[in-house]
C-alpha cells in the first residue's frame, strides 16, 4: 500500500457554506413554525428548514484543521482513500473517518545493549536514531504501532552491528567499533533503512551514544590498551634514537673531530642508546683511565 493523496476541498469555503446553511435552516424552521397555523405551507417550510439544518451541521463535520508536521489518513468505511498534507482548513467526506499522524522529525535513544563484539569480547552500547514517517499509509496500514516498530528494528539493528565488528581491531585493515565510528554509523542507518522501509518510515541519522567494554573486562582491556601504548611509545623513542646516534656518529666521522676504532665506536652507540631510550635520568660515570684499562 502506498501513500495518495486525499480529495478535499478548501475548509474556508466549506465553513461559511455550512453557516450560511444553518442560518438558512434556522431561518426557515422559524418561519414555517409561524405558518403552521395558518396553512399547511408552514409544516413543509418547518420540515425542509430542519432538513437543512441538519445537513449542515452534518456536512461541517468533515471540516479538519490539518497543522504543520502532520498528516491526515482519510478512511471511507474502512478503506483507504488518501491522506491529507495540506496546512490549513480542509474539507473531506463527513462520512469518512480521519486519524491524525505526525511527520515530524523525531528521535529514539536506545537503552545501553550489553553485546559480545566480534571477538567475543562484552561490551556496552547504545545509540540514537533520527527518522521521520514519509508514507503515512504504510505506517497506518503494514504495522501494527509504527513506533514501537522502529524501536524495536533499531535494537534489533545495533546489536546485529555490535557482534559484527570488534570494539578494537588488531588489524590496521579491519573497521572496528571504536576506531570508525563513522563508517559504522553508516552501515548501521542502512541497515536501519533497509529494516523500516515496510513501514514508511526514513532514517535521517544514527549515531552511537555509548560504546565502551562492560565492567567485568574493563580493567583487563585498559591494561591492553596502556600495554600497548608503551609499546608504540616506547617504538617511537627508539626509532628517534637510533636516527640520533646514526647521526652524530656520521658528524663525528665527517669532521675528523675524533678518531674511533670499531670497539670505542660501539661502546659509544651503546652510551648513547642508554641515554636516550631510558625513562630516567643518566647518572654519568668518569673513566680516568682508558677504555681498555
Excluded at 48 to 60: D, E, H, I, N, Y
Excluded at 78 to 103: A, E, F, K, M
Excluded at 123 to 129: D, K, M, R, T, Y
Excluded at 153 to 170: K, L, N, S, W
Aim: charged share 20%; hydrophobic share 45%; aromatic share 6%.
Amino acid at each position: 500500500m502506498r501513500e495518495t493523496t486525499a480529495t478535499s476541498a478548501p475548509g474556508a469555503l466549506a465553513l461559511s457554506l455550512g453557516l450560511l446553511g444553518v442560518l438558512l435552516g434556522a431561518g426557515v424552521t422559524v418561519f414555517g413554525a409561524v405558518l403552521a397555523s395558518e396553512s399547511a405551507l408552514g409544516i413543509v417550510l418547518i420540515i425542509v428548514g430542519a432538513v437543512t439544518l441538519l445537513g449542515s451541521v452534518f456536512a461541517m463535520c468533515g471540516l479538519n484543521m490539518v497543522a504543520p508536521g502532520e498528516a491526515r489518513v482519510v478512511q471511507l468505511f474502512g478503506r483507504y482513500t488518501g491522506t491529507l498534507r495540506v496546512d490549513g482548513l480542509r474539507w473531506v467526506n463527513p462520512l469518512t473517518t480521519r486519524t491524525r499522524i505526525s511527520t515530524r522529525v523525531r528521535n529514539h535513544e536506545t537503552a545501553v545493549l550489553k553485546v559480545n563484539d566480534a571477538y567475543g569480547n562484552p561490551i556496552e552500547l547504545a545509540a540514537v536514531v533520527v527518522w521521520q514517517v514519509t508514507d503515512t499509509a504504510q505506517a497506518t496500514f503494514e504495522v501494527d504501532d509504527y513506533v514501537e516498530f522502529v524501536s524495536t528494528q533499531t535494537e534489533a539493528a545495533v546489536r546485529h552491528i555490535a557482534i559484527e565488528y570488534p570494539y578494537d581491531a588488531h588489524d590496521d585493515d579491519q573497521l572496528s567499533l571504536r576506531g570508525n565510528a563513522e563508517e559504522i554509523t553508516e552501515k548501521l542507518a542502512v541497515e536501519l533503512t533497509a529494516r523500516v522501509r515496510s513501514a514508511g518510515v526514513t532514517i535521517v541519522e544514527s549515531r552511537f551514544t555509548h560504546l565502551a567494554y562492560a565492567p567485568e573486562i574493563a580493567s583487563a582491556m585498559l591494561q591492553r590498551q596502556q600495554a600497548g601504548a608503551v609499546v608504540a611509545a616506547r617504538q617511537t623513542i627508539v626509532d628517534g634514537a637510533v636516527g640520533m646516534v646514526e647521526d652524530a656518529m656520521r658528524r663525528l666521522e665527517t669532521e675528523d673531530f675524533v678518531e674511533l676504532d670499531d670497539e670505542r665506536r660501539a661502546s659509544m652507540v651503546s652510551n648513547l642508546l642508554v641515554v636516550l631510550c631510558g625513562d630516567r635520568s643518566p647518572q654519568p660515570v668518569m673513566n680516568t683511565g682508558t677504555l681498555y684499562q
